[in-house]
């Protein structure tokens, strides 16, 4: 065991950071659990048939309303980081969770044309940009480092609570009261719990206060590249590469796990059942994945995450109908990778590419992100009608997951900022 892992194994022990840091925690799970990326995406599924039944809009049409809501969200993800530096990161929070709440209220309005839903779908992640994920991973990394990976994990397994709570919920609601129902119930969320603890408790740490209350310009003390930097940095464009591959193949099983198993002779009812663990593993993935990063090599973590996909697919592509345990091993493998990659990519480009231009630079990889996981379907559905079978899928899949982690082990542990530092140092000399 070498000595900078003994190191971050001592420090990764030491959580004195919490007992600081705590309410942070608890207001980015809150902020992660009612953020538009998380909420809106899970309780559409349980919206959509009272739509339907409500306005006549076919399902086919209901859908197109995901790809307007990922669109908005790559346009906020290029805004957030110039409304930061410019009004700062608690007023842009604060304001953006206040129209929020007003954007879901309004949304109980429409009527007519369907094209008003994609406007409001389209419009909120814009309008509300300061409360997707950038908002509350960045205020995490603010607030910890020796804990940096743990309290991202805990934050971010928001997503799997909403995956988990909303559709049981609004159900009900719906059921109860129209659907309308849903979209108050979404509104009431950030209205209860993530206004007032923002209000309370969103403060930046002492030591990167910022100096002038007017500007909210951030003090020179938060260290790493520039955005421009980091757009000429190899480093940046291959870690782009490698989560975004890990990314493809995810949203490519996730979409096509199900249709596959009940081709494999399964009915629908089990191939539910195998593919109901997938959430758990998620959250299970994303909080075993944070508590490593915080004591082990992070490239050697994200790698073997990672790459655990490669082990689903080739289950996949050799195992039965007969064999229910190893298909369940399987998805396992890919929710538990997937439930670390959000945290991966939020962690590795804070060490790597410092705090200084943060949300421009993850804001960048997100929109890339965001891209893909619309494009990604349809090339999977596209292959599965070439070759007729999932196997051209699975195939594409398992080199995505084994390619991945190899740049990531490629790329040097030292933080990119510090080598373009001493670069430049001799530069000057």
Known sequence: MTTDTRERQRAGNDFSEFRRG???????????????????????????????????????????????????????????????????LRRVAIVSIMLQIVGYFAMTQIQGSIAWLYLAFFSMPIVCAGTIAITWTQLVNLWFERNRGLALA??????????????????RLIGAYGWQAGFIALGAMPLLFTLPLALMWLRMPVEVAVADPLTAQPQPSLSGMSFRQALCSGKYWGFNIALILSVSLTVG?????????????????????????????????????????????????????????????????????????????????????????????????????????????????????????????????HLFDVYGSYSAVLVSCFFCAIIGPIILLWLRMEPAFQALQRQLKQQTA
Not at 44 to 67: M, N, Y
Not at 154 to 171: E, R, Y
Not at 269 to 277: D, E, L, N, P, V
Not at 289 to 303: C, E, I, K, Q, T
């Open 154 to 171: 805990v934050i971010l397994c928001g997503t799997g609570l909403m995956a988990m709570i909303l559709p049981p919920l609004l159900s």
């Open 253 to 381: 099983m996730v979409t096509n796990i199900v249709p596959m198993l009940q081709s494999k002779g399964l009915s629908a009812q089990q191939a539910s059942q195998i593919f109901s663990t997938f959430g758990i593993s998620i959250i299970g993935g994303r909080l075993l994945v944070g508590y490593l990063l915080d004591r082990y090599s992070p490239s050697l973590v994200a790698a073997v995450s990672l790459a655990l996909p490669a082990l689903g697919c080739a289950i996949f592509f050799f195992g039965g109908s007969q064999h229910v345990p190893l298909l369940m091993l399987a998805t396992l493998c890919i929710g538990a990778s997937a439930g670390a990659e959000f945290d991966l990519a939020a962690f590795l480009m804070a060490r790597y590419f410092g705090l200084k231009d943060y949300a421009r630079i993850f804001g960048l990889h997100l929109c890339l992100i965001t891209i893909v996981s619309g494009l990604v379907p349809m090339l999977f559905g």
């Open 22 to 88: 705590w309410r942070v925690v608890l207001l980015g799970l809150f902020g992660i659990c009612t953020s538009i990326t998380a909420a809106l995406l899970y309780a559409f599924g349980t919206l959509v048939i009272p739509l339907e039944q409500a306005f006549g809009w076919s399902r086919g049409d209901l859908q197109a309303s995901i790809s307007f809501l990922f669109a908005g969200v790559a346009i906020s993800t290029q805004m957030v980081g110039w409304l930061y530096r410019r009004y700062g």
